[in-house]
């Protein structure tokens, strides 16, 4: 039966879930944290996009390259 779980099963079935997590999230944060400079302005988009990143925070960087990253924020493409 599908709802009874042996004792057995109960902790192999949590050691598989936690082991497929843990993969998935590695393959998130290998994606969303990609530190190649060829890549940090989109990086830095989908950052600030999802609110882990203020636009006010991105200032210390050069101009044209905030500039870049709120048209990416906007949806504008980039040129």
């Known amino acids: 039966m599908l709802e009874s779980w042996s004792k057995s099963e109960k902790i192999n ?10 993969r998935e999230y590695k393959v998130l944060m290998d994606e969303r944290y990609d530190y190649r400079y060829s890549r940090l302005i989109y ?4 950052l600030a996009h999802a609110g882990y990143l203020s ?8 101009e044209d390259k905030v500039d870049t990253i709120k048209r990416l924020v906007n949806g504008d493409r980039y040129e």
């Open 13 to 22: 079935a949590r050691k598989l879930f936690d082991r497929a997590r843990e």
């Open 43 to 46: 990086v830095f988009a989908q």
């Open 55 to 62: 636009l006010e925070e991105l200032e210390v960087l050069k």
